[in-house]
Antibody, heavy 120, light 107 residues
């Protein structure tokens, strides 16, 4: 079974940084592109970032303006999201998600999410 | 950026009834339209991709249809576990975008 387990969320002050991790199991992690998708409290889903299976291509939502960095360690089966200069509006549950390798940008499995709260 | 609009925002129905959810795109997304279900406090789950193909393990009561800019998710007979929020998503253009969701709640 595919398992994606996020960690690293928590309370951070505006302007602060946080690094999220996603531990993957149950599939060959190095063969799949991965995503981060977020959901503000009571709101809808918003795509954040995508990384190709080998890490060679990374894309981001325009609204992030260079504050977030996606990365992966295929030897550790782990996906990361480094978030800097955090703002109140970054408060959300952050989901790690797997891309369907045959259909780019189709998410076929999601983790349970980790809550990031940006507040003073 | 492709904007997806979903209607209605909320659909109040009883178990056994038919649910019809709509998703409209600001321009044609070809057949690259998916539907996800999200139950309260849970992660989303893929239901339908490429307009009408059910994901693994999805019951036949879920049907997707449409083309171009107008798409529909139909649940033929609502089961108690189907009361949730449903999101459409397009992947035809970067960035991938989601609709605002339709909540199906119990009448």
């Amino acid at each position: 079974d595919v398992h994606l387990v996020e960690s690293g969320g928590g309370l951070v002050q505006p302007g602060g940084s946080l690094r999220l991790s996603c531990a993957a199991s149950g599939f060959t992690f190095s063969s799949y592109s991965m995503h981060w998708v977020r959901q503000a409290p009571g709101k809808g889903l918003v795509w954040v970032s995508h990384i190709k299976s080998d890490g060679s291509i990374k894309t981001y939502a325009d609204s992030l303006k260079g504050r977030f960095t996606i990365s992966r360690d295929n030897a550790k089966n782990t996906l990361y999201l480094q978030m800097n200069s955090l703002r109140d509006e970054d408060t959300a549950v952050y989901y790690c998600a797997r891309d369907d390798y045959r259909r780019l940008y189709l998410v076929d499995y999601w983790g349970q999410g980790t809550l990031v709260t940006v507040s003073s | 950026e492709i904007v997806l609009t979903q209607s209605p925002a909320t659909l109040s129905l009883s178990p056994g009834e038919r649910a019809t959810l709509s998703c409209r795109a600001s321009q044609s997304v070809n057949y690259y339209l998916a539907w996800y279900q999200q139950k309260s406090g849970q992660a989303p789950r893929l239901l339908i991709y490429d307009v009408s193909t059910r994901a693994t393990g999805i019951p036949a009561r879920f049907t997707g249809s449409g083309s171009g800019t107008d798409f529909t998710l139909t649940i033929s007979s609502l089961e108690p576990e189907d009361f949730a929020v449903y999101y459409c998503q397009q992947r035809s253009y970067w960035p991938p975008t989601f609709g605002p969701g339709t909540k199906v709640d119990i009448k």
